[in-house]
Nanobody, 115 residues
Framework: QVQLVESGGGLVQAGGSLRLSCAAS????????MAWYRQAPGKQRELVAG???????TYAESVKGRFTISRDNAKNTVYLQMNSLKPEDTAVYYC?????????WGQGTQVTVSS
């Protein structure tokens, strides 16, 4: 059974940094595309960043140049380094794994950026 466990969220002032982690189990992690999504109150869940099994990355325009997604296949973990945080980055952040036939989500971690 695939499980995703996120950590690293919290409260930070605008301009600060946070690093989110998502540890995966129950799948061949190195072969799976991974992504981070976020959902702010009253808004739809949106893609923040993605990374393929080969390490190719993609970012939402709103986070380009500030956020970096990376993966450590030896640790079955994907990371999201978030710098220069803004109040509009406040949301619950979710890790997503694309398996052969299914999509799996983590439980979410709250990120709150104060102005």
């Amino acid at each position: 059974q695939v499980q995703l466990v996120e950590s690293g969220g919290g409260l930070v002032q605008a301009g600060g940094s946070l690093r989110l982690s998502c540890a995966a189990s129950g799948t061949i992690f190195s072969m799976r595309p991974m992504a981070w999504y976020r959902q702010a109150p009253g808004k739809q869940r949106e893609l923040v960043a993605g990374i393929t099994s080969g390490g190719t990355t993609t970012y939402a325009e709103s986070v380009k140049g500030r956020f970096t997604i990376s993966r450590d296949n030896a640790k079955n973990t994907v990371y999201l380094q978030m710098n220069s945080l803004k109040p509009e980055d406040t949301a619950v952040y979710y890790c997503r794994l694309q398996d052969i036939t299914s999509v799996y989500w983590g439980q979410g971690t709250q990120v709150t950026v104060s102005s």
